[in-house]
């Protein structure tokens, strides 16, 4: 019986050929994991952390509004806000206005608009702010005036429902504001005239704004010369 003996042959070492293959290989294979792990976003993550703690930095470095630009604010803007905040504390004890207005018109048969006509001083030098505030008074003088005297007026109403127009005129002196306020009480139009307390801007019962609420055609007839303010 004979025995055979088994002798391992030598293994060449690999041609330049397949290293080239391999290294391909492998180079495909780490660019496809690379590819998928970018699209997750787990290589940008870095990236916009150290973008935000950049954005951060210039945040502290310097203050901008919301939608990117910057804005002034002049030292007189907050003079005016404080000084508007006290006519609004003047405006509870200063009233309706003055109690000059006539008897109401019913106007009956008129189905005109109805509008708010606001005559402002502009002589009084007053801010706008100042201006804004007495428009308002002299609008809540009109409709109290109206209300406590004829709730149901179908003038007030239509007021109402048409949105409650507004226009804002201008005069240059006290005796055009008061002259106007007559002719629209002559005409039993709602006119109210707004006295300032004089805490800030404009001396004290200065008249500021008069307000005709009423039909647009009898309006028009009292202001319709007036320019816009």
């Not at 916009?48 to 002049?74: C, F, I, L, M």
């Not at 008061?178 to 300032?196: H, R």
Request: hydrophobic share 35%; with cysteine; proline share 3%.
């Amino acid at each position: 019986m004979s025995s055979s003996s088994f002798t391992p042959t030598e293994r060449s070492p690999p041609s330049t050929t397949a290293w080239i293959i391999a290294t391909a290989i492998l180079a495909g294979v780490a660019g496809y994991f690379i590819g998928q792990g970018a699209s997750l976003g787990i290589f940008g993550s870095t990236a916009a952390t150290a973008q935000g703690g950049k954005g951060r930095e210039a945040g502290t470095q310097r203050k901008s509004w919301p939608n990117s630009y910057d804005v002034k604010v002049h030292a007189e803007s907050d003079e005016e806000g404080e000084e508007e905040d006290e006519e609004e504390e003047d405006s509870e004890s200063e009233g309706d206005g003055e109690r000059g207005g006539g008897e109401l018109n019913a106007f009956e048969g008129n189905t005109e608009e109805v509008k708010l006509v606001l005559v402002v001083r502009t002589d009084l030098g007053m801010g706008k702010g100042k201006i804004a505030a007495q428009c308002s008074h002299a609008t809540l003088a009109c409709y109290k005036y109206y209300f406590a005297r004829a709730p149901d007026s179908p003038i007030l109403k239509r007021w109402e429902r048409g949105g409650q127009a507004k226009v804002a005129l201008q005069v240059k002196s006290e005796e055009e504001l008061m002259v106007l306020q007559a002719q629209a009480v002559s005409l039993g139009l709602c006119a109210q005239v707004i006295q300032d307390a004089g805490r800030t801007q404009i001396a004290s019962g200065s008249r500021t704004v008069l307000g005709i609420l009423g039909p647009k055609g009898i309006v028009d007839g009292v202001t319709g010369g007036l320019k816009l303010l």
